[in-house]
């Protein structure tokens, strides 16, 4: 397929940019045309909030947990971050920001929409209503294998992403350039095939973010640096312009930063803008809109340093 490099936009100045507010005026705001790839990981209508509760266990001899060989633990609470995920009528409330998000893709871009098992189906017609049915490409299963198992029915242990492109004869996908996997019976396929590995289908098996990991940074729903990888590598080149305008932790804007991607991250939820000021403090070539991330970068610079 295609390889456009360079932005949608062509500007050489383009900086990255993280906004605190709603998404809908900040989308209807931004020009037609102007990004390469679109990922967006709405909350999935659980009817919940999510939340996570950070801690932190100190030894101790009368702790609360056991841990390795009886060792005691005291547990000591270090906050909890959350967002709501309810809504009355949740397609009302993605369609405006999918159509704008159809709008500022450029012709040859792509859009990664990250759901699960309870609302893909009602997303599916919606999408296909904006972009059109032969402009859907795929819908990649992840599947990992983490949490309870309950016994009244399969267990659910997968996200459901729906990519569609904006011009299904005109759109970058960089097979080349996706981290190839081990095949499953190498013993089958020869040494050389066997040691460069395959291509992954339309079903990835990856771990959620590890929960001591280096990865992780306590906001709820935070998605693995591994599965965006994968998508950025493949939809955009570059230089690209890349969008999450349901941002969370920023996964997104560590990627591009670690793939030379430029990137657009939205959130509405303090306590996102809060995760993100920490994770990318230091980093100069981002631009902060309506939110000063100092004061958080330098409460956590303290903390570590005291
Ligand atoms: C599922 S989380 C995204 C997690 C993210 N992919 C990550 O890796 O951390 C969804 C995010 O959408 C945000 N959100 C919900 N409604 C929004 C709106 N109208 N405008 C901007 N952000 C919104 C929530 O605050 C939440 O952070």
């Known amino acids: 397929m295609t390889n456009h490099s360079g932005t949608a936009t062509g500007s ?15 989308l209807q705001g ?24 950070q801690i932190e266990t100190i030894a101790s001899h009368d702790g609360d947990r056991t841990g390795f060989q ?65 402009c859907f490409l795929n819908e990649i299963i992840w599947a990992y294998d983490y949490g309870a198992r309950t016994k009244k029915k399969w267990p659910t242990k997968h996200d459901n992403i729906l990519l569609y492109v904006k011009n299904p004869n005109d759109y970058i996908f960089n097979a080349e350039e996706i981290e190839r996997i081990p095949y499953m019976a190498p013993g089958l396929v020869g040494p050389e095939k066997a040691a460069r590995g395959k291509l992954p289908t339309d079903t990835w098996w990856h771990t959620i973010v590890p929960t001591n990991g280096k990865e992780k940074t306590g906001y709820p729903t935070q998605k693995p640096v591994g599965v965006l990888t994968r998508i950025i590598q493949a939809s ?21 930063l670690e ?48």
Not at 17 to 24: A, H, T
Not at 236 to 256: I, K, M, P, Q
């Open 236 to 256: 955009s080149s570059r230089d690209n312009l890349v969008l999450d305008f349901f941002a969370g932790s920023g996964t997104v804007g560590e990627v591009c």
């Open 70 to 134: 009886g060792r005691r633990y005291d547990t000591v609470k270090l906050g909890h971050k959350s967002f709501d995920d309810q809504f009355d009528d949740f397609l009302a409330f993605l369609e405006p920001r999918l159509r704008e998000a159809h709008r500022v893709l450029a012709p040859h871009g792509s859009l990664y929409f990250h759901i699960d098992y309870r609302e893909v189906h009602y997303c599916k017609i919606l999408l296909d209503r904006i972009f059109g049915r032969d």
């Open 12 to 26: 050489d100045n383009m900086r990255n940019r993280i906004c605190f507010g709603d998404n809908l005026p900040i």
């Open 30 to 53: 931004m020009p037609t045309s102007s990004v390469d790839l679109v990922y967006i990981d709405p909350p999935f209508n659980t009817g919940r909030r999510q939340g996570r509760t």
């Open 259 to 306: 793939l030379d991607r430029n990137f657009i991250l939205i959130d509405n939820n303090p306590q996102a803008l809060e995760v993100m000021a920490r994770r990318f403090g230091g980093k100069q070539e981002i631009e902060w809109i309506g939110f000063d991330p100092i004061p958080h970068q330098t409460a956590h610079l303290q903390q570590v340093l005291f």
